[in-house]
């Protein structure tokens, strides 16, 4: 099986940055797309960026040009750089990696999930 594991969580105030970071071990050949969601209280999980093994990233709307996502593929890592942190920004950060397969045609997703890592941005 495959493990997430996060780290670089914390309280952050309005303006301020940080840099989370993922690392995928385990049954590994190649992992597909990396990402971060987050989930803030009375929320549901939405997509905070992703990147593909060749690089090819996408953001949601609300982080777009303050956030950074990347990855080494070597290494099976992801970070976000997050920068100019707001408020709505307080949430669980959760990395994925899909490690989904192709069969003929078709692609099924196989997703794993960190455990998930607080930040927080508050004065």
């Known amino acids: 099986q495959v493990q997430l594991v996060e780290s670089g969580g914390g309280l952050v105030q309005p303006g301020g940055s940080l840099r989370l970071s993922c690392a995928a071990s385990g049954d590994i050949v190649s992992i597909n797309t990396m990402g971060w969601y987050r989930q803030a209280p009375g929320k549901q999980r939405e997509l905070v960026a992703v990147?593909?093994?060749?690089?090819?990233?996408n953001y949601a709307d609300s982080v777009k040009g303050r956030f950074t996502i990347s990855r080494d593929n070597a290494k099976n890592t992801v970070d976000l750089q997050m920068n100019s942190l707001k408020p709505e920004d307080t949430a669980v950060y959760y990395c994925?990696?899909?490690?989904?397969?192709?069969?003929?045609?078709?692609?099924?997703?196989?997703?794993?999930w960190g455990q998930g890592t607080q930040v927080t941005v508050s004065s």
């Open positions: 994925n990696a899909d490690l989904g397969r192709y069969s003929g045609v078709y692609y099924a997703r196989n997703d794993y």
């Open positions: 990147i593909t093994s060749g690089g090819r990233t």
